[in-house]
């Protein structure tokens, strides 16, 4: 299959390329779509055909469920069966945006977009391409993150291509996602409410609203990992991963440092190249080390850090590196969501310092 690409004005996207693009949905197609987190692969959310597209293009099995989109907080009632008053507020401070729901699935929702669980997942992206495209679809959008299965998230048009050229037929390129980061995906069935996937709307801001809300449980262990996978299906330690090795380190900053360096000095003696992502502050520290070095921009500004992240990993895979070291940042806002995703980019192979 031939993949089209087509640029978008991501502030005042054209109507006719919305329509054109919105074609392809309600025949069923495909469509690589901007969100404000991350890309997103749509598919009409109500017919079976096209969800099953979304499956076979990003080699993802079917036990992993999507988040269905919508561009108006009305669509809600076509998805779900009843709309707590917490659900509503949160809708109201966080929609649109980068929050996800998990709220109970009504019964037209079909169970490839869920899974099979009672549960659906929801949200209203801010992005204008994405509310404009699903608006003209007529239709909520199931999308997962425009990547091959367990590869990082795609913050670029580039990055979507990468991965699934050739395997969709349109790619709607409206520049650099904003937050670089997916939603964070908040449990409303649970008993308390808790997030099983922090993202781009921090635990503290969720709080302001909803005191109750229970942060992610830690995932430091292959069996908890299991356990968890239950609950949270798709939230699997491995995901996320570079092809290549990537070591993180955790503690002090000198620590950090000190560590990296050591491992940077091991890795060279055996003749490894060997790329380092770190924030801008850091990188005197490994100027004239001989390592590839990838900044994120400042380690006191988590909204830099979590645009760069995605990015930061696939220019490091594409640099021809063997390993990668990574430093660790602070769990304050965002950053709760950018350990997660360094973690998991680690496949759990975390070098705890202090
Ligand atoms: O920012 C985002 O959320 C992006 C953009 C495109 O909107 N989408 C995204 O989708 O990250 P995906 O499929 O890569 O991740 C969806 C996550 C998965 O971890 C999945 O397991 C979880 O949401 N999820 C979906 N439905 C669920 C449900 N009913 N219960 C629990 N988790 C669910
Ligand atoms: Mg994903």
Known sequence: M??????????????????????????????????????GLGADAFQPAALERIFAAKGRPFSDPLIVHIAEKGSLELLTVSISEWARHLAEAFWPGPLTMILPRGPQVPRLVTAGLDTVAV?????????????????????????????????????????????????????????????????????????????????????????????????????????????????????????????????SLEAMHYAMLDELRRRRTLGERVGVLIADEDAVVFQDSGAVIQTLGSANNPKQIATALFAGLRALETAGVDVILCRNFDEQGLGLAIRDRLLKAAGGRVVKLD
Request: aromatic share 4%; proline share 10%.
């Open 2 to 39: 031939k993949t089209e690409v087509i640029k978008i004005d991501p502030v005042h996207p054209e109507s006719s390329i919305i329509e054109y693009a919105a074609t392809f949905l309600r025949s069923g197609e495909v469509v690589v779509f901007p969100t404000e987190t991350v890309y």
């Open 123 to 251: 949200r209203m992206p801010q992005h204008p391409v994405a509310l404009a495209l699903i608006r003209a679809a007529g239709s909520p959008v199931a999308a997962p993150s425009a990547n091959r299965f367990m590869h990082i998230s795609p913050t670029t048009a580039q990055h979507a291509l990468a991965d699934l050229n050739g395997r969709v037929p349109l790619v709607l390129d409206g520049g650099s996602s904003e937050v670089g980061v997916e939603s964070t995906v908040l449990d409303l069935c649970a008993e308390v409410p808790r997030i099983l996937r922090p993202g781009g709307v921090s635990l503290e801001a969720l709080r302001s609203v909803l005191p109750d809300v229970q942060p992610p449980v830690q995932r430091n262990s292959k069996h908890r990992d299991e356990e968890e996978a239950q609950k949270a299906p798709g939230q699997l330690l491995t995901h996320y991963a570079p092809a290549i090795p990537l070591l993180l380190f955790d503690g």
